[in-house]
Nanobody, 115 residues
Framework: QIQFLESGGDSVESGGSLKLSCTAS????????MGWYRQAPGETRELVGS????????YEADFAKGRFTISRDNPNNILFLQMDSLKPDDTGVYYCNGAPFAWPWGQGTQVTVSS
């Protein structure tokens, strides 16, 4: 079955950086458009941005533009999210999935940014 394992979340101070990883299994990862999603406390899950199989990136969320970078390692089935200049509003659980989402969600990885 298709599974996603997100990791790399942590508690950091405002202005810090984190790099999240998502290891996928059970799908032809190299052919999939993949996305990162964020669910802030009390909010619905939203698409941060997506990346095609060939590396074309589109950031859907304004908060991601200029601070977040999506990348992928197709041979190893890994999706990355580099987050810089983190703000308290970036606090939330981050997930990966197809874009648009099409498969069961993983457990996500918690990011907490303190001021």
């Amino acid at each position: 079955q298709i599974q996603f394992l997100e990791s790399g979340g942590d508690s950091v101070e405002s202005g810090g950086s984190l790099k999240l990883s998502c290891t996928a299994s059970g799908l032809i990862f190299g052919a999939a458009v993949m996305g990162w999603y964020r669910q802030a406390p009390g909010e619905t899950r939203e698409l941060v941005g997506s990346i095609t199989s060939t590396g074309f990136i589109k950031y859907e969320a304004d908060f991601a533009k200029g601070r977040f970078t999506i990348s992928r390692d197709n041979p190893n089935n890994i999706l990355f999210l580099q987050m810089d200049s983190l703000k308290p509003d970036d606090t939330g659980v981050y997930y990966c999935n197809g874009a648009p989402f099409a498969w069961p969600w993983g457990q996500g990885t918690q990011v907490t940014v303190s001021s």
